[in-house]
C-alpha cells in the first residue's frame, strides 16, 4: 500500500509539473485584455507583486498604487498571472452584488477553509451556500441579538474584573491585544456556542482555543501551497489524501494536520454535548451555558423543524461550529481599523466590470468598463475604498466620528458603497456580506462602554514602536521585527467595579 501511494504521488507531481509549464507558457505567450490596465511592474517572476501585496509592512505599497494608479490597478500574481486590484464603487457593486454568481470568493480560499472547517458556510458555493445563509439569517437577526446582550455584559464584567486586579493601586501598561482576543473568543463561545473557552480569572490553556488562533498564522506561511490546495481535494477519498498528508515530511504542513485534527475534535464534542441536550429535551437545553440561546442551539432547533428542502445535513451543522468561532475571534481582537484589507474573488466565467469613470489604460485610451476573462483573481480593496478620498475628502485619515452624525457628503452617497453597514466595505455586501456584523457590532460596543466606566486608557511606555503588520486580519507588534501580535496600553482605574 505504502509503495503503491509513492507511485502514485510521484505520478501526481510529475502530471502537475507538466501543467504547470503549459499554463506558464499560456499566460506568456497569449495576451489578455487585461495587460492594458496599468499597475506595478512584476518584481519577480515566480511571485510578480504578491510579495509586495502580502508583505507585513507593505502599508506603502498599497498607499502608493491607489495613489498612482486609481481604483483599478493590475498586479502580476504567481508565475504570469494577472491579478486585479479594485476599489471603484460601480465595479464593486457589480462584484458584490449585481455580478456575484459570476465573481465569487476565490477557490483557494474556499478549499483551505474546508479542508480546516468543513463545508460551512465560508467554504461552500451555490444552493449549499443559500440554505446555509436562510438557515442562519434569523439567528443574526436583531432580534435574537437581544437574547445576547446578557451574556455578553456578564462577560465583559468579568473582563473589567480581571483588569481591575492587574492594575489595581497603580497604572499598568497590559497588553490589550491579548485580553480582548480571550474576550472576543469566550464571546463567540457563550454567544455562539454555548461553550465556555476561558473564565479570564485564570490563565489557563484551551487547545481548541490555542488551534483557532494558530490556524491563519500556520496556513500564511505556506501561502504560495494555498493557491493549489483546491487541486489537492480531487486526488481520490478522502481516507487517501489523509494518508498522503501524513507522509509529506514538511513541519508547517504537520502542523497544520494537527490543528485541522484539534479543531475537528473539540467541534465534534461540543456538537455532539449539543444534540444531546436537545433530544433530552427543554430542561437539558437551559442548563447548558447561555440556556439555549446560543447560535447552536438555536440553529439545531430550528433545522430540526426544517422543511426537507431547507435542513442541512449534519456535516455541514458541524462545519459551522468552528467556522463560527473562526471568523468572529482575531476580527473583532483586531477592529480598531477595518481588520481585513482585501478579499479575493474569482471569476468563474468572462465578466465585464463597469465603472464609475472612465480611466486611461496603458494605450492612452479612455474606457469605461473592463472585459475579465475567467479565472481571473480579483481582490477586493476593502481598505482602500473606506480611506478613498474621492469619496470621503482629503481629512480621510482623520479621526472625525461626526462625519456619521450629520448628513453625508453627496460624494458618499452618490458613490452607492455596496457595503452592508454605513457605507463601508468593512462587512463587506452581497449574498456574501459578514453575517455576524450586527453580532460583532453588539460586543464591540458592550465591551468598550463597560471599559470605558472603569479605566483611563493612555499611550503605553512603548507606543511609539507599536507597529500594525498586514495580514489576512491586520495584528499589532512592538518594532518592526517581533512577529508576536501584542499592543500594550496603559490602563488605570478611575472608579471601583460593583
Wanted: hydrophobic share 40%; aromatic share 10%.
Amino acid at each position: 500500500m505504502f509503495d503503491t501511494t509513492l507511485t502514485f504521488l510521484r505520478t501526481a507531481i510529475l502530471a502537475f509539473a507538466a501543467w504547470v509549464v503549459w499554463k506558464i507558457a499560456h499566460r506568456f505567450l497569449v495576451k489578455s485584455p487585461l495587460d492594458n490596465i496599468p499597475g506595478p511592474k512584476s518584481t519577480s517572476i515566480l511571485t510578480g507583486n504578491l510579495s509586495q501585496m502580502f508583505d507585513r509592512h507593505g502599508w506603502d505599497f498599497h498607499r502608493e498604487i491607489g495613489e498612482k494608479y486609481g481604483p483599478i490597478v493590475k498586479h502580476n500574481g504567481i508565475l504570469g498571472q494577472r491579478v486585479l486590484y479594485v476599489f471603484d464603487p460601480k465595479a464593486m457593486h457589480s462584484i458584490v452584488i449585481k455580478d456575484q454568481y459570476t465573481f465569487q470568493p476565490a477557490k483557494f480560499f474556499t478549499e483551505s477553509l474546508r479542508i480546516g472547517f468543513g463545508p460551512g458556510l465560508l467554504s461552500v458555493y451555490g444552493e449549499t451556500h443559500r440554505r446555509q445563509r436562510k438557515m442562519l439569517n434569523p439567528v443574526f437577526s436583531i432580534n435574537h441579538m437581544r437574547h445576547m446582550t446578557p451574556v455578553f455584559y456578564a462577560i465583559a464584567h468579568k473582563l473589567r474584573d480581571a483588569i481591575a486586579l492587574q492594575v489595581e493601586g497603580t497604572a499598568k501598561d497590559l497588553d490589550m491585544l491579548r485580553w480582548i482576543g480571550r474576550t472576543a473568543l469566550e464571546l463567540i463561545g457563550q454567544g455562539g456556542l454555548g461553550y465556555s473557552f476561558d473564565s479570564l480569572t485564570e490563565d489557563k490553556p484551551n487547545a481548541f482555543g490555542d488551534a483557532l488562533k494558530n490556524f491563519l498564522p500556520t496556513v500564511f506561511q505556506v501561502q504560495l501551497l494555498r493557491y493549489h490546495f483546491h487541486y489537492f481535494t480531487k486526488l481520490g477519498p478522502a481516507s487517501f489524501r489523509r494518508r498522503l498528508v501524513e507522509i509529506i515530511p514538511h513541519p508547517l504542513i504537520q502542523k497544520i494536520k494537527d490543528i485541522v485534527d484539534t479543531m475537528q475534535l473539540h467541534s465534534t464534542k461540543i456538537f455532539d454535548g449539543k444534540k444531546q441536550a436537545l433530544k433530552a429535551g427543554d430542561e437539558a437545553v437551559v442548563e447548558q451555558i447561555s440556556q439555549g440561546k446560543d447560535v447552536m442551539s438555536v440553529l439545531m432547533k430550528a433545522n430540526m423543524e426544517a422543511s426537507k428542502e431547507d435542513k442541512l445535513p449534519e456535516e455541514e451543522l458541524l462545519a459551522q461550529v468552528t467556522t463560527l468561532v473562526f471568523a468572529a475571534t482575531d476580527t473583532t481582537t483586531s477592529a480598531l481599523y477595518p481588520p481585513i484589507s482585501f478579499v479575493f474573488r474569482q471569476a468563474f466565467e468572462d465578466g465585464i466590470l463597469p465603472l464609475s469613470r472612465p480611466i486611461h489604460v496603458v494605450d492612452g485610451r479612455p474606457i469605461s468598463e473592463i472585459s475579465v476573462p475567467k479565472g481571473t483573481f480579483i481582490a477586493v480593496g476593502v481598505l482602500a475604498s473606506n480611506r478613498n478620498e474621492d469619496i470621503w475628502g482629503k481629512d480621510v485619515l482623520e479621526w472625525k466620528p461626526e462625519r456619521w452624525l450629520s448628513p453625508l457628503p453627496e460624494e458618499v452617497t452618490a458613490a452607492r458603497i455596496p457595503g452592508v453597514y454605513s457605507n463601508l466595505m468593512t462587512f463587506f455586501g452581497g449574498g456574501r456580506a459578514c453575517i455576524g456584523f450586527k453580532f460583532s457590532q453588539l460586543e464591540m460596543k458592550v465591551v468598550l462602554s463597560t471599559l470605558l466606566q472603569s479605566f483611563k486608557f493612555s499611550p503605553a511606555d512603548c507606543a511609539k514602536n507599536i507597529t500594525w503588520n498586514l495580514a489576512g486580519v491586520k495584528y499589532p507588534t512592538i518594532g518592526k521585527v517581533d512577529n508576536h501580535p501584542s499592543l500594550p496600553i496603559k490602563m488605570e482605574l478611575i472608579s471601583p467595579s460593583p
